[in-house]
């Protein structure tokens, strides 16, 4: 492997820029074709949480695909998948349902993690994920 395809690129969508500037922080890191993808919240672009669990989880999972197509890649491509649940136990058939309409098949290793809290007090879901682009072609 060449260094060029080792150079590091950091991938911050259109719309993520004051995230960047404010704090400090990518929203997904590329070395090759692995990209680490930064925690996604289910936030809109007012920045306001969405309605319960759902709501929440699909905004978060249309953020990871939107961070994933600037790097190069699909949710087809995850490998895995870490979520942190502040309700891991009373919401987590609502979140598996929303999980399953982004991920129907070919599933993502993927480890739940019960917290007390996240960055806002409003959110209840927090995704992160690791993809390995074009690995999911078929």
Request: net charge negative.
């Amino acid at each position: 492997m060449s260094s060029e395809s080792l150079r590091r690129q950091s991938i911050n969508p259109p719309g993520t820029e004051k995230m960047y500037d404010r704090l400090h922080f990518s929203q997904a890191t590329r070395v090759g074709d692995t990209i680490w993808v930064s925690g996604q919240v289910g936030i809109d672009a007012t920045m306001t949480a969405g309605k319960g669990m759902e709501a929440q989880a699909r905004l978060a999972f249309q953020a990871l695909q939107s961070v994933l197509e600037a790097a190069g890649a699909s949710l087809a491509d995850v490998v895995e998948l870490t979520t942190f649940h502040t309700d891991l136990r009373g919401e987590m058939r609502a979140f598996a349902r929303v999980k399953d309409e982004f991920f129907p098949d070919r599933y993502p290793s993927w480890t739940a993690v019960g917290v007390t809290q996240l960055a806002l007090p409003e959110l209840s879901v927090e995704i992160r994920a690791v993809a390995v682009a074009g690995c999911g072609k078929a």
